[in-house]
């Protein structure tokens, strides 16, 4: 029994084939509005590739970017085809392409569906890539002089100006690295010799951060160093008083800015799986009542059209088996009792079984 069938007439064709043209234009529309998103995600995320690892971070993008330019392609060639059903004549041209034509557009309308999903479901990559290439950046900070490395401290003091934060985790992620490079320490001071000697690594630490962490809101001047000695600064606490630098990381500010990109971006690929989606299930009931048209022969008569032409248990039944026999149709069966049916054919006999042939004669 058809799934959701629908009868149509010459009239309810027509104007079925004239706005799934007209949605196929619009689909085109949603498709370089994916390919869009795609770049504009992607284009974000290599502004910071300099505090992020290398990693699947780029996956998603570049799928967006490749199903919209799918979509444009599909829709285009689908608005052309609905366009030629309003015709039973050109309907002929593309009786077979129809069919899978659907299936290719259903493929593709689920891989919208899953990069939309992939948006909601990539948090933990992200964080985990910011996490690790903020840590090297913060580690490498100091090496100006150093070729490669020279840009990481203008990058992560931009980054600490312009997203409100501080560290990887917090401020206190400055205090476990030398931030300040050699070339700036006297040495000829006692305080930094002393320092230098008290780590077992030799590195200058220092309960300071740097510059950029400050917030220019605050009512009293920066505090950058000595940020846990009360005694250094006046009428000052810092187990209670609210610093006046930057409490967020920069791993949570930058979360949190891709995770609103990419939870906007999941709610529009959503809208337009959607909305692909209706487009798909128009063209399955206009391609089977075009279908029907040809089949009884009427062109202005009515013909019914459906979204699948047996239950869904059937549907998937059929569909398995010609999955579990693909490759079986030119292999030979070892099976006991079952011969290659070319093999096994019953020999005729002509004539009947009591006449006795003669004898050839013996040459003398």
């Known amino acids: 029994m058809a799934v959701l069938k629908v009868k149509f007439t010459k009239t309810k064709r027509d104007k079925l084939a004239q706005i799934l043209w007209i949605l196929n234009w ?4 949603s ?5 869009s998103l795609g770049l504009f995600l992607k284009i974000e995320i290599k502004k910071r590739n300099e505090v992020m690892a290398k990693g699947d971070i780029n996956s998603v993008p570049n799928m967006l970017i490749s199903v919209g330019v799918i979509a444009c392609i599909i829709n285009f060639l689908g608005g052309k085809i609905c366009y030629d059903c309003s015709d039973a004549n050109k309907f002929s041209r593309w009786k077979l392409v129809m069919l899978p034509y659907i299936v290719c557009t259903f493929c593709f309308t689920f891989s919208i569906l899953v990069g939309a999903l992939m948006c909601y479901t990539m948090r933990n990559e992200l964080e985990e890539s910011l996490y690790l290439g903020l840590r090297d950046a ?3 900070y100091k090496d100006t002089d150093i070729p490669g490395r020279c840009f990481l401290k203008k990058t992560v003091d931009m980054l600490q100006i312009g997203f409100r934060c501080c560290g990887n985790n917090g401020f206190r992620d400055w205090f476990e690295i030398q931030w300040v490079s050699a070339r700036y320490l006297n040495m000829a001071s006692k305080d930094v010799v002393d320092r230098l000697k008290s780590n077992v690594d030799g590195k200058f630490l220092v309960d300071g951060v740097p510059f950029s962490c400050c ?4 009512p009293r001047p920066c505090i950058q160093y000595q940020l846990t000695n009360n005694s250094a600064h006046y009428n000052y606490d810092f187990l209670t008083e609210e610093l006046n630098i930057w409490m967020k990381g920069c791993r949570e500010a930058l979360l949190d800015y891709y995770t609103a990109i990419m939870r906007s971006i999941g709610i529009a690929a959503l809208l337009i799986w959607l909305f692909e989606l209706s487009v798909l299930i128009g063209v399955r009931y206009l391609q089977t009542a075009m ?4 089949l009884l022969g009427d062109l202005e008569g009515e013909s019914d059209g459906w979204l699948l032409e047996n239950s869904f248990v059937e549907t998937a039944k059929y569909n398995i088996n010609i999955i579990k026999n693909l490759g079986k149709a030119n292999q030979i ?8 049916p070319n093999i096994d054919v019953q020999n005729t006999k002509c004539g009947k079984n009591n006449i006795t042939t003669k004898s050839i004669p013996a040459s003398s």
């Open 26 to 29: 619009v689909s085109v529309v």
């Open 31 to 35: 498709g370089v509005i994916l390919f």
């Open 138 to 140: 913060i580690k490498f």
């Open 215 to 218: 917030n220019p809101s605050s």
């Open 291 to 294: 279908k029907n048209v040809l």
């Open 333 to 340: 069966s070892t099976v006991s009792g079952m011969n290659d």
